[in-house]
Every structure is written in structure tokens, then in C-alpha cells.
């Protein structure tokens, strides 16, 4: 059951990072920063949603870790 968390936690770090950069050069004109923010405008205005989860993912994985299901 922890490497589930382990791996939904990497998963939600890499979108969170990919929203924050997307989110920051946004009005730069970089096409793939339009891609993404056309997709979730919200994650990208606020990526600290996205940090929110993941912060509350790894804690749930450092319990499941704890527990050795």
C-alpha cells in the first residue's frame, strides 16, 4: 500500500512543478506553458492546491510506511 502513496506522491510532485513553472512563464508565450494552462487554468494561478495535496499524500505515505501493511 505504500509504494501506492509512493508513487501517487511522485506523481502529484511532478504535476505540481509542472503547474508552478507553467503557471510562472505563462505570459512569456512559451506554447507548451499555454498547453498546460489551457487544460487547468485554476492549478496554474494556484499551485499551492497542488502543494496542499501532495504535502497531505506524503504524509499518508510516511504513515503507511510507519504501519508495514
Known amino acids: 500500500m505504500s509504494n501506492l502513496a509512493l508513487a501517487l506522491l ?3 510532485a511532478l504535476a505540481t ?3 508552478y513553472i ?6 512569456q508565450g512559451t506554447p ?3 498547453d498546460v494552462c ?5 492549478l496554474c494561478e494556484h499551485p499551492a492546491w497542488s502543494l496542499m495535496a501532495t504535502g497531505i499524500v506524503g ?3 510516511l504513515l503507511l510506511r510507519g ?3
Not at 22 to 27: H, K, L, M, N, R
Not at 38 to 42: E, F, I, P, V
Open 10 to 12: 511522485v506523481f502529484l
Open 17 to 19: 512543478c509542472t503547474f
Open 22 to 27: 507553467a503557471g510562472s512563464i505563462y505570459g
Open 32 to 34: 507548451w506553458a499555454k
Open 38 to 42: 489551457a487544460l487547468s487554468r485554476t
Open 59 to 61: 504524509v499518508l505515505y
Open 67 to 69: 504501519f508495514r501493511f
